[in-house]
Structures are given as C-alpha cells and as structure tokens.
C-alpha cells in the first residue's frame, strides 16, 4: 500500500507516518521541511501548498490512500485535493470537533450542526479552518472522503502539552490539586488509535467523530496512572469542582483535560461515537497512553513546537495559583 501523509512530522501526522511503517507501507510525507524528521525509508517531499506552484512536488504521483492534516486555509486544503484527484485511491482528512456550531449538546452525534465557514476561504480560525477544508475535500470526492472528527489527543508525541503537563506536574511530588470528582468520565483518542482508524481500508467513507467512549477513562484513572510512571510519591488531593471555579481556574486550560459536569465545554468530552465504533474504532487503556507518553518525554526532554503553526499559549497552572487553592480547600 503507498500512503501520502500532507503534512507527516506533526503529532498525528507523525502517528500516521509510524503506524504504516510498522504496517509495511510504502511512505511518502509532503511539507516545506521547515519541522521534525521522518523515519528511515520514508520519502519526503517539499513544497508549500499556499505558495505559487507549490504542490508541483506531487505531479505525477499515485497512493492508494493520502491522510491531510491540514489546519490552514480552506482554499489550500480544496486546492490540494483537486490536484491529486484521479492520482489516489482513498482522501482521509482529519478533521475536529472543534467543528461543531456552539451551544452543542452533550451526546450530539456527526449531524450537529457546524460552524459556516466556506471552502475556498481564507486562513480563519481553527473552527472555520477546519470545517471550510472538510467541505472543500468532499466537493471533491463526495461521501467516499473519510472525514475524521478528532477531539483530544493524547499519547507520545503531543504537541500541545496537556498529559504532559499532568506527568511533569506529578512528577514534581508533593500535593497535587486533582480536579474532582475523581470518577469524571474523560473521552479522548491516543494518536496511534486515530492513525490506526485512519488507515483501516474497512472503514468507510464519510463522516465520524472519532474518539473514545465517555468513561473510557476517568481523571482519577489518568493521574492515577501519572503517579504510578512517575513513581514521585505525589499526593493527589481530590478537590471539588466548585472550589476551583471558584478560584477562577480555568478547565481545559489551567488543569488540562479537566472539563467539569454543567460546564458549557462539557461536551466535548461527551460525543456520540457509536458510528466510529461500529466502524471498528479501538481505544487502548489509558495507563498504556500514559505510560508511553511519560518514556517519550523523558526521551525528547521537552513536549515539540507545533508543526507550520504559531504556537499555543503554554497550558498548566501556576504553582503559586496551585497552591492557594489547595490551600483554601484544607
């Protein structure tokens, strides 16, 4: 099988990439080659899609499957897509949740309705970034494009920080501020499970949010999992969602992952999954993404900058900040 990743040193990009190796695949990965590497036998490709001529490194090529990471202009993404056209055998665009038209209600499937954003725009935000491209794709090759709805990803290699920031915090020792109740219902997908689904030939065409089942995991198994790899001795302090609010701490943001029951972001850790799923999604255990995400770390050092984007303001909440509100709570 010969696989086009658009994009391809990025954190799912780079799943993608490692997923087939390991699978026996034929790799070519397209990028300006401005970011990361890529594995022994891959072919890399250069170009920038948003320039003149810039997809002219991809004439004449043939895949059986291309997976575009894209997050830029819509009219990029569209673009890409006509070129190869007639030259692949299956598109796969990654997509979010971040697509969905707020207020979204908690269980919503891949009908919700999501944000207007045209194909052929301009670079927006991400929401429209990211709906504008899955239109722009599908006026291409209709319902056989597999559009994948992601939501939080976990595991080695991410590069926004969030499980990161929970391992490094625990890995620090002493009181943790642990976001109550331990029992949250979390619902997230490891990299390598979206990359696996990504290229199953059996999946498919069309849409999916492709994450885990709510309660897959619970926070209180994530950092459950984070004291054991770390083996620091930290102290998880269980402390109630109110407390924290209270204190103008920001879920998502300050606490990574963490998204309280009647919080407005709610849903975003409860999304109906029964299409990917029946699909035949597999999600494996949580200590197992944290496990291999604390070795990466301690591997890499430092969690990478963001691939071809501006970076993200850094998560995590202050230490100072952390420990006033343990404080307050005893």
């Not at 969905?100 to 929401?127: L, N, Q, R, T, W």
């Amino acid at each position: 099988m010969r696989l086009l990743v658009l994009g391809g040193t990025g954190f799912v990009g780079g799943a993608t990439v490692a997923e087939a190796v390991r699978d026996g695949w034929s790799v070519t990965v397209f990028n300006r080659g401005r970011h990361g590497t890529v594995p022994s036998g891959v072919e890399r490709l250069r170009g920038d899609r948003t320039a003149p001529g810039g997809l002219a490194a991809l004439a004449g090529g043939e895949w059986d499957v291309v997976v575009d990471t894209w997050d830029g202009a819509p009219r990029a993404a569209g673009e890409t897509a006509r070129a190869l056209a007639g030259r692949v055998g299956r598109y796969v665009y990654v997509s979010s949740g971040s697509v969905y038209a707020e207020p979204v209600e908690p269980g919503s499937a891949e009908d919700a309705p999501v944000v207007d954003a045209a194909p052929d725009a301009d670079d927006a935000d991400y929401a429209s970034n990211k709906a504008g491209a899955e239109r722009a794709v599908r006026e291409v090759y209709g319902e056989s494009a597999l559009i994948a709805r992601a939501g939080l990803i976990l595991g080695p290699g991410e590069d926004i920080g969030r499980l990161p920031w929970w391992l490094e915090r625990v890995a620090r020792g002493g009181d943790v501020l642990a976001p109550g109740p331990a029992d949250l219902p979390l619902q997230y997908i490891d990299a390598r499970d979206l990359a696996a689904f990504l290229l199953d030939p059996v999946v498919p065409g069309g849409t999916y949010n492709v994450i885990s089942r709510t309660g897959h995991a619970t926070m209180g198994a994530l950092l459950d999992a984070a004291v054991t790899v770390t083996g620091a001795g930290a102290r998880l302090r269980w402390t109630d969602p109110e407390a924290i609010l209270a204190a103008d701490v920001e879920p998502w943001n300050d606490l990574p992952v963490w998204i309280p029951q009647g919080h407005p972001y709610r849903w975003l850790q409860e999304r109906d999954v029964s299409r990917a799923y029946a699909a035949g999604l597999t999600c494996r255990p949580v200590a197992e993404t944290v496990a291999d995400t604390w070795a990466w770390l301690r591997a890499v050092g430092t969690v990478p900058p963001r691939a071809g984007r501006p970076q993200r303001a850094p998560v995590g909440l202050d230490p100072a900040r952390e420990e006033a509100v343990l404080a307050a709570a005893r």
